[in-house]
């Protein structure tokens, strides 16, 4: 019998073909993340390159596994690298990720995403706020910092399906909506993770290019964003008992990306279905 969506089993053989691919990711990414969102790909099994000058970001993406946008601090000539790099995967039929970073909360960006949209990006990964955001049906908030329930954006992420081919909200229990082998659209459950993540910055948007790197390998985009948000909760879950804080954490996490196999995801990843109210 087919498993209706992708489970520990299927995370685990995703990390497999990371470790054995070692998937290159394109990262345009902001100043803030790229030595954490790098030292973590290197961690997990794959590797980086930040190519985010519009002469070369096209014709990179070409040659990337995969490739991560995000809209942590764009300026107007990263924004026409977004647009190439998008283009350019597209065009290639490689996987690229959209990280939505503080939409909703500023109208230029918030613009600039709406466009990427249009080149269809295979995943989508952010906050609650960001995603329902995205999808238009978002209030009044900061974008980068939210304090909403992954669960309440699973109806924006239904939406936005129509735009790509699957959406995770990271929070204490991560969301992620997409489409299984059969075709349904379901929203799988990733439970664990540490209180410290969000206290170091750089943190989601690494998130993001694990997704990326994990999307190069995997059989589906579901199963990869799946298997991404596994191998991160077991790794920080694992680090923070080993840390005195934000500042240890970060080693520790980086040494439990590294440490994590295949049977650690098979036997201790938590995933399940959400209730059926919020698929």
Not at 190 to 199: D, F, I, R
Not at 239 to 247: D, I, V, Y
Request: glycine residues 10%.
């Amino acid at each position: 019998m087919t498993q209706p969506f992708p489970d520990a089993t299927a995370a685990a053989d995703a990390l497999a073909l990371l470790r054995e691919r070692t998937p290159l990711v394109q990262s345009l990414t902001n100043l803030v993340s790229a030595n954490l969102l790098t030292n973590v790909l290197l961690a997990a099994g794959a590797t980086n390159a930040v190519i985010d000058d519009p002469h070369e970001a096209g014709g990179f993406a070409r040659i990337a596994d995969a490739v991560l946008i995000n809209l942590g601090t764009p300026h107007d000539e990263q924004a026409a690298a977004f647009t190439a790099a998008a283009e350019s995967a597209r065009a290639a039929g490689h996987p690229w990720v959209l990280d939505p970073v503080g939409v909703g909360g500023l109208p230029w960006r918030t613009e600039l995403a709406g466009g990427l949209l249009a080149h269809h990006p295979t995943a989508i990964r952010g906050n609650a706020f960001e995603i329902t955001a995205l999808a238009g049906t978002a209030g009044s908030g900061r974008g980068v910092d939210s304090a909403s329930d992954a669960a309440e954006s699973v109806p924006a992420a239904r939406a936005l399906l129509a735009s790509t081919d699957v959406v995770s909200a990271s929070g204490p229990v991560d969301h992620i909506t997409g489409r299984t082998a059969t075709g349904e659209i379901t929203t799988v459950r990733v439970h664990g993770g540490s209180a410290l993540l969000p206290k170091v910055t750089a943190t989601g948007c690494s998130l993001g290019a694990l997704s990326a790197a994990y999307l190069a390998v995997a059989p589906d985009p579901l199963t990869a964003l799946v298997a991404a948000h596994a191998h991160f909760a077991i790794a920080a879950e694992r680090a923070e008992p080993r840390s005195g804080g934000p500042g240890t954490f970060v080693p520790a996490f980086l040494d439990a990306l590294a440490a994590v196999e295949p049977a650690d995801l098979r036997a201790g990843a938590r995933i399940d279905l959400a209730p059926t109210g919020r698929r």
